[in-house]
């Protein structure tokens, strides 16, 4: 059972920058490798959508709209994902969730984390 948990929510004001980070371990507290990871957001009233993933290579790939704004990053060793949002705006609220691909293909979710962009 992979446990992934995310952090780095919060209010920020319009404009400003967060980083988000997401962890997967095992329930022991073993660290499983990770394929893809990546990000998803459900803004409030809306379906989930994709922000953006990364595989163990580095490839990555963005939601058309917030490519230039979010950049992914992950530490392998430590089967960590990063976010980092910038130039956020009020349209960028949302309930950001961490996503995982184990090593059998399996999907992953964390619970998530509330970013409120607001002045």
């Known amino acids: 059972q992979v446990q992934l948990v995310e952090s780095g929510g919060g209010l920020v004001q319009p404009g400003g920058s967060l980083r988000l980070s997401c962890a997967a371990s095992?329930?022991?507290?073993?660290?499983?490798?990770?394929?893809?990871m990546g990000w998803y957001r459900q803004c409030p009233g809306l379906e989930r959508e994709f922000v953006a993933e990364?595989?163990?290579?580095?490839?990555?790939n963005y939601a058309e709209s917030l490519k230039g704004r979010f950049t992914i990053s992950r530490e392998n060793a430590k089967n960590t994902v990063y976010l980092q949002m910038n130039g956020l705006n009020p349209e960028d609220t949302a309930v950001y969730s961490c996503w995982a691909q184990d090593m059998y293909g399996r999907d992953n979710w964390g619970k998530g984390t509330l970013v409120t962009v607001s002045s």
């Open positions: 990364i595989t163990t290579g580095g490839r990555t």
């Open positions: 095992g329930a022991s507290g073993i660290i499983f490798p990770m394929n893809a």
